[in-house]
């Protein structure tokens, strides 16, 4: 059983920034394919940035060039830095696995992008 334990979110301000954090249960970070995912009021849930199980990144057109993801194998953590944030990256952001062919994910932390 894999637990996700996502942390960091919060209000900003437009042009601001957030870490978010993503602890996870087990040792097998660097051998499966995940990330984070979002999903915005009335929305379907998306994806932000995600590692492949190869270990190569992938990243929504609209982040780009603003988010960076990025994991800490020896803590079981992955990271999301969000930089120049907008309003319409307002959304709860979920971390995700796929591990062993099933998809995992947590509970999301909510990110308020306004000022």
């Known amino acids: 059983q894999v637990q996700l334990v996502e942390s960091g979110g919060g209000l900003v301000q437009p042009g601001g920034s957030l870490r978010l954090s993503c602890a996870a249960s087990?040792?097998?970070?660097?051998?499966?394919?995940m990330g984070w995912y979002r999903q915005a009021p009335g929305k379907q849930r998306d994806m932000v940035a995600a590692?492949?199980?190869?270990?190569?990144?992938n990243y929504a057109d609209s982040v780009k060039g603003r988010f960076t993801i990025s994991r800490d194998n020896p803590k079981n953590t992955l990271y999301l830095q969000m930089n120049s944030l907008k309003p319409e990256d307002t959304a709860v952001y979920y971390c995700?696995?796929?591990?062993?062919?099933?998809?995992?994910w947590g509970k999301g932390t909510l990110v308020t992008v306004s000022s």
């Open positions: 995700w696995i796929n591990w062993r062919g099933v998809d995992y």
């Open positions: 590692f492949t199980s190869g270990g190569s990144t």
């Open positions: 087990g040792n097998f970070f660097s051998r499966y394919a």
